[in-house]
């Protein structure tokens, strides 16, 4: 038996509230289909959300995992990271099944992304939760009656209490591209510690496995970790500010690139075509195991 949830407001925005049976929370605005707020059954929030983003028509928000559609970043003529994350997406289904709770939300072309991008495309995105488990999938359909390309993220912001105890492992012998020096290189160790300003297209992740790694309690061994899986999205980004960039960002505190680490699912390096009627989907799930 499922039951259907109400459309409801956070942080002065349309939103829709998931709870699974088990307690597992997840919180999505209209705005952007953007996912705000993930909290595991019996756990604490797992998305990072900036305290001093806007949640205005046409601004994007900070944390949570904005959708990247139809570019990412400034890889191209349109604005960085595209229009999708600015757009108001329409809310088809939520509901909570007997051991999860889903929402489906689409968003299609209008005479205002026509003018930047001119393609007859309908976005779905869907996000479930049950437990410890989140999944979110983002398929895009060709609509129209030419060929076209686009590339995507899934920019998953993730919460931690201390970047320099964090850690993400399974990137060893991958090849990516390091934006901040434009430079191609090679990951040759398993364990990836985020010192200064990172940003890297990992390339050919495919459905590799990476995990999320926190020390919490040295005295303890105490350690969170969250599996990441993809499958779709041929890259992986990694992001993190650091102090400086963090210091231009007028969304975001001075000192939030401490408590945060994007872990992005992505096809960036080589665009998804599709052709008359085809469709593409890519999925991101994220497992708290610690």
């Not at 088990?22 to 705005?31: C, E, N, P, Q, S």
């Not at 995992?65 to 088809?92: D, M, N, S, Y």
């Not at 040295?218 to 993190?240: H, L, P, S, T």
């Not at 401490?258 to 989907?281: N, Y």
Request: charged share 20%; hydrophobic share 45%.
């Amino acid at each position: 038996m499922t039951r259907a949830l109400p459309i409801t407001r956070s942080h002065g925005i349309e939103a829709v509230e998931l709870v699974a049976p088990d307690g597992a929370r997840a919180t999505i605005a209209l705005h952007g289909g953007h996912l705000l707020s993930w909290i595991p059954a019996g756990g604490e929030e797992q998305l990072y959300l900036s305290p001093t983003s806007e949640f205005a028509i046409g601004q994007a928000i900070r944390g949570g995992v904005p959708v990247c559609f139809p570019q990412f970043a400034e890889r191209g003529p349109l604005k960085k990271h595209g229009f999708a994350r600015t757009k108001p997406w329409q809310l088809v289904a939520a509901e909570q099944g007997e051991s999860d709770a889903l929402a489906v939300l689409k968003l299609g072309d209008d005479a205002a992304t026509r003018m930047v991008w001119p393609h007859a495309f309908e976005l779905e995105l869907s996000v479930r939760i049950a437990g410890q488990e989140l999944q979110i999938e983002l398929a895009c359909e060709n609509k129209g009656d030419s060929a076209f390309e686009f590339t995507a993220a899934l920019h998953s912001y993730f919460r931690v209490a201390d970047i320099d105890a964090t850690s993400v492992q399974g990137l060893s012998g991958l090849d990516y591209f390091d934006s901040v020096d434009q430079t191609n290189k090679s990951q040759r160790v398993d364990l990836l510690l985020p010192s200064g300003e990172i940003d890297r297209i990992y390339q050919g992740v495919g459905s590799q496995d990476l995990t999320l790694k926190e020390q919490l309690a040295a005295a303890d061994n105490k350690e969170r970790r969250v599996e990441i899986r993809q499958q779709g999205f041929e890259d992986a980004v990694v992001w993190n500010p650091a102090a400086a960039k963090c210091a231009t960002l007028a969304d975001m505190p001075a000192d939030g690139w401490r408590q945060m680490l994007c872990i992005e699912a992505a096809a960036v390096m080589k665009p998804i075509r599709l052709e008359p009627g085809e469709s593409w989907a890519g999925l991101q799930s994220l497992n708290v195991v610690a």
